[in-house]
């Protein structure tokens, strides 16, 4: 998959869309001392399809700035790179995909006004699963399936029989579906029999980037050889 997609180029369920989806957290790589591009560089050899920026703190035009230094040090790669939240921020930067929360531009408003982005979109119930299938997303996310400490105001964990539901609604209606949430090396595997992607953010955190490569190839390779439980 290109690191800059196409509408043509969007992704089905009927597709290789299985693996490792990390999300690079522009502060908590501040705080260790490690730059986003080189943390994203050592992210690649795992050969996830999406590797999300989350940078909710920083200014749009540096967001803009990292974006373009990602996407340049991505390109040819066979990951897309995706955009927290800013779909005229991903357009601007050449990415292929956007991922857009509850309290965001909704699914179709993102498609209308930027048709050439593919769009992910985060749920947290069956009520909103249902509503976001109804759109037809390039993805959809599901979780908290654990507790996490990645984000301060979480909501309540779905736990693995939510999954399990999510899972079956998602092959039903051939949309992925991203498992995140407190996911770690003690869980991937369970999880990943009910999810295409496993999103993960402190799974991979090191204190160098040897030591990210490292964490992000054992996870995905639990991931590559856990089959996806059938209805």
Known sequence: MPSRASPEGR???????RGLYPIVDAEQCA???L?????AKALLPSYPPLLQLRAKAMLPRDTLHMLDR???????????????????????????YVHVGQGDLPVHEVRRCYPRLAVGVSTHDSQQLSAALSAQPDY?????VF?????????ATVGLDGLAMAGAACRAAAVPLVAIGGID??????VARHADLVAVIGAVVADSCAGIERRAAALSRQIQTTPIRGD
Do not use: H, I, Q, W
């Open 185 to 190: 090396e003690t869980s991937v595997a369970v």
């Open 70 to 96: 990602l996407a340049a040090a991505m390109d040819g790669a066979a990951t897309s790179l995706v955009v927290n939240d800013r779909p005229d921020l991903a357009l601007m930067a050449g990415c292929g």
């Open 31 to 33: 705080r260790r001392g």
């Open 147 to 155: 507790s996490t400490r990645s984000k301060l105001d979480a909501e």
């Open 140 to 144: 959809v996310a599901f979780g908290p």
């Open 11 to 17: 992704v089905g369920y009927s597709s290789a869309m």
């Open 35 to 39: 730059d986003v591009v080189d943390v």
